[in-house]
């Protein structure tokens, strides 16, 4: 039996696009026994958001201002991002924290922000998809720290070792996000490290979600997260109960404040045992 871990899920917007104050608030969170701080990556939100910050800086002022917390992007559209850049930060992410990022990752959208059409990225689900897929063949083998050869239609590597490698072996977790009754994002989740339901209405459709990635992954018997977003006040036990390992405490992104962040750190994480091996 071990204890649901329980993270902030921050949107860095407006008063959350200081990087510092987001920084701070990392530390307190870790001194009340918070287990890790998550940031969303986004280039803009609509209206009211008007100020965005980057993750990546932020989550390098996360990793120098605490020791022991988890932290990373949540999620990261990798499919506008290019894979060798993200090879290179990652690895020098978690060896500035300690060997403590994990990676969120997914496909995207332009539902709420329009910022993939507004910068000429893919808009096409399906080809997210497969470029998101690329990419993280090209972190895995970048993470390995062998020279990486990788020569497609939209990526090339060719012979570059990216080195130092990151501190965790064999690489930095990767935890994939998706829609609860599509199976594609749960095979791509099963070959990594961990699933992040979007969307998610209920505990049973968590519980189907646990017993479908459990199935793809047999026979692996390596640890496994399922993190779950759920605003504060929520009870996480029944998600608990039904196999999540992490709670993720999420915040409206056009009134997250400060001050409301704050408050709900001190209100302490979760208290609540689970069974890992309905993880496993």
């Given at each position: 039996?071990?204890?649901?871990?329980?993270?902030?899920?921050?949107?860095?917007?407006?008063?959350?696009?200081?990087?510092?104050?987001?920084?701070?608030?990392?530390?307190?969170?870790?001194?009340?026994?918070?287990?890790?701080?998550?940031?969303?990556?986004?280039?803009?939100?609509?209206?009211?958001?008007?100020?965005?910050?980057?993750?990546?800086?932020?989550?390098?002022?996360?990793?120098?201002?605490?020791?022991?917390?988890?932290?990373?992007?949540?999620?990261?559209?990798?499919?506008?991002?290019?894979?060798?850049?993200?090879?290179?930060?990652?690895?020098?992410?978690?060896?500035?924290?300690?060997?403590?990022?994990?990676?969120?990752?997914?496909?995207?959208?332009?539902?709420?922000?329009?910022?993939?059409?507004?910068?000429?990225?893919?808009?096409?689900?399906?080809?997210?998809?497969?470029?998101?897929?690329?990419?993280?063949?090209?972190?895995?083998?970048?993470?390995?720290?062998?020279?990486?050869?990788?020569?497609?239609?939209?990526?090339?590597?060719d012979g570059i070792s990216f080195l130092p490698r990151p501190v965790q072996r064999p690489g930095?977790?990767?935890?994939?996000?998706?829609?609860p009754g599509n199976v594609r994002p749960l095979r791509r989740a099963a070959r990594h490290d961990?699933?992040?339901?979007?969307?998610?209405?209920h505990p049973d459709q968590l519980a189907d979600i646990v017993t479908t990635v459990t199935g793809?992954?047999?026979?692996?018997?390596?640890?496994?997260?399922?993190?779950?977003?759920?605003?504060?006040?929520?009870?996480?036990?029944?998600?608990?109960?039904?196999?999540?390992?992490?709670?993720?405490?999420?915040?409206?992104?056009?009134?997250?404040?400060?001050?409301?962040?704050?408050?709900?750190?001190?209100?302490?994480?979760?208290?609540?045992?689970?069974?890992?091996?309905?993880?496993?």
């Open positions: 039996m071990t204890r649901l871990r329980s993270a902030l899920w921050l949107p860095l917007f407006d008063e959350l696009a200081d990087p510092t104050a987001v920084a701070r608030l990392a530390a307190e969170a870790e001194e009340t026994g918070w287990h890790g701080v998550f940031v969303w990556d986004h280039l803009r939100w609509r209206a009211p958001v008007q100020q965005v910050a980057d993750p990546w800086i932020t989550l390098a002022a996360i990793a120098t201002a605490t020791e022991c917390l988890r932290f990373g992007p949540m999620v990261t559209p990798l499919a506008r991002r290019r894979p060798a850049k993200v090879a290179r930060e990652t690895a020098t992410l978690d060896l500035l924290g300690g060997g403590r990022l994990t990676l969120g990752v997914g496909l995207g959208s332009d539902r709420f922000a329009c910022e993939l059409s507004a910068t000429g990225e893919e808009l096409d689900d399906r080809q997210r998809g497969r470029l998101l897929d690329e990419s993280l063949e090209i972190l895995t083998a970048a993470w390995s720290g062998r020279p990486v050869h990788h020569h497609s239609r939209h990526y090339t590597v930095v977790p990767v935890w994939a996000a998706g829609l961990g699933f992040v339901p979007v969307n998610l209405g793809l992954r047999r026979p692996n018997t390596t640890p496994y997260d399922i993190a779950v977003p759920l605003p504060p006040g929520a009870d996480p036990a029944p998600y608990a109960k039904a196999g999540a390992t992490w709670w993720l405490a999420e915040f409206a992104p056009e009134t997250v404040t400060l001050d409301q962040v704050r408050g709900v750190l001190r209100d302490g994480p979760a208290d609540i045992g689970i069974d890992m091996e309905r993880t496993r």
